[in-house]
């Protein structure tokens, strides 16, 4: 029987670490992209640096540096194979696919075919994620609905800009609240969002990324975690949040649920890595507290509030700045009050 070349090893080297929370990119470029600088080696050792557990490889509509990943992965970096579908009314990530495998990405919206393509992806495993749905360029906006899709990216990094938080940012969370409520409402189920640097150049990735509860590193233990929501978004690996909620004995964390229960309800918050941070409480009613940190960037906060209040709890960590809101350093997925 032959030896398998070098470039087939597989992906998969990282898996059997012990679980916990694991920080990972899912949408990056290489050269075998259009405006990609960076070889995979050279990714593999910014997303090192960068703190990262994990990476997703996504280059435009082909899998040329599948064959390639299996020499830079190791105990201490997962590479999941992907893809950005970049269609005519929007773009997609593809994660989790086969090996080779190449997503069809010759249509638009008119041509009701996305659900085939999307299906085809989740038989195999994969997570279909809206990617960044406000991007201020041809085919960059978003025109599909979001129902058939896994995760929502409302974090996407500086790769056009020299600002890591920026307006069509600020318009993908603000669509993605505000969905929470209605989702929860009727179907007891929400999409999750996800944070990702789509680096094409040096120093870009891991702002941002999204740091995920899995229980271990692996591909399929990754993908479960965001699918469930158990996973919040940091600017870098500098930034730390917890993010739980008491009522009575029960203790849930981010994408969990509460159960049905007539006890007050505490959301606490620990922040690191923020200095002078504002913290902010949002539920169904929009922005329901705010407390700020210390300038160390090291601090607690706690809000009260009952099932009967608030449907979901969920928090976001800025940078002091001017206007409403500051540069984000860190935002969570909800929980749920039922």
């Keep these: 029987m032959p030896s398998t ?12 670490r012990e679980g916990g929370w694991y920080r990972g990119d899912c949408h990056v470029h290489s050269v075998c992209s259009h405006g ?11 997303a090192r640096s960068a703190g990262l557990d994990f990476l997703a490889a996504t280059e435009h509509n082909n899998a040329d ?22 269609t005519r009314t929007g773009h997609w990530l593809a994660l989790g696919v086969r090996y080779g495998r190449v997503v069809d990405w010759r ?13 085809e992806v989740r038989r195999g495993g994969g997570l279909c994620v809206v990617a960044h749905p406000h991007a201020p360029y041809d085919s960059g906006t978003f025109l599909y609905p979001y129902e058939g899709f896994d995760a929502v990216e409302v ?9 890591p938080w920026q307006a069509d940012n600020e318009a993908a969370l603000a669509e993605w609240g505000r969905s929470l409520g209605t989702d929860i409402r009727r179907t007891g189920g929400w999409r999750p969002a996800m944070g990702n640097s789509d680096a094409h150049l040096s120093g870009q990735i891991g702002v941002a990324h999204t740091v995920v509860q899995a229980g271990e590193l692996s591909t399929d233990a990754v993908l479960a975690g965001i ?4 996973s919040w978004i940091a600017e870098s690996a500098d930034v730390e949040l917890s993010f739980e909620v008491y009522a009575g004995a029960q203790r849930v964390g981010i994408g969990g649920q509460l159960e049905r229960c007539g006890e ?12 002078s941070g504002v913290v902010s409480f949002h539920t169904g009613a929009g922005e329901v507290h705010v407390a700020s940190l210390s300038a160390a960037g090291v601090g607690a906060v706690e809000w009260r509030t009952s099932a ?26 909800p929980i749920v009050l039922l």
């Design 5 to 16: 070349p070098r470039d087939r090893v597989p992906v998969e080297r990282a898996a059997g």
């Design 264 to 275: 007050p309800v505490v959301a606490r918050v620990g922040v690191r890595g923020v200095p």
């Design 107 to 119: 249509y638009g919206v008119r041509d009701e075919v996305i659900d085939r393509h999307l299906a």
């Design 227 to 230: 699918r469930a929501g158990r």
């Design 155 to 163: 974090w996407n990094g500086p790769w056009s800009s020299d600002l």
């Design 65 to 86: 540096t599948h064959g390639t990943w299996g020499r830079y992965a190791g105990d201490d970096l997962l590479v999941i194979l992907g893809q950005e579908v970049t």
């Design 36 to 46: 990609g600088e960076l070889t995979p080696e050279r990714l593999a050792v910014e």
């Design 308 to 333: 009967r209040e608030s449907a979901f709890i969920r928090v976001e960590v800025r940078h002091p700045g001017p206007g409403p809101g500051g540069r984000m350093a860190a935002l969570s997925n």
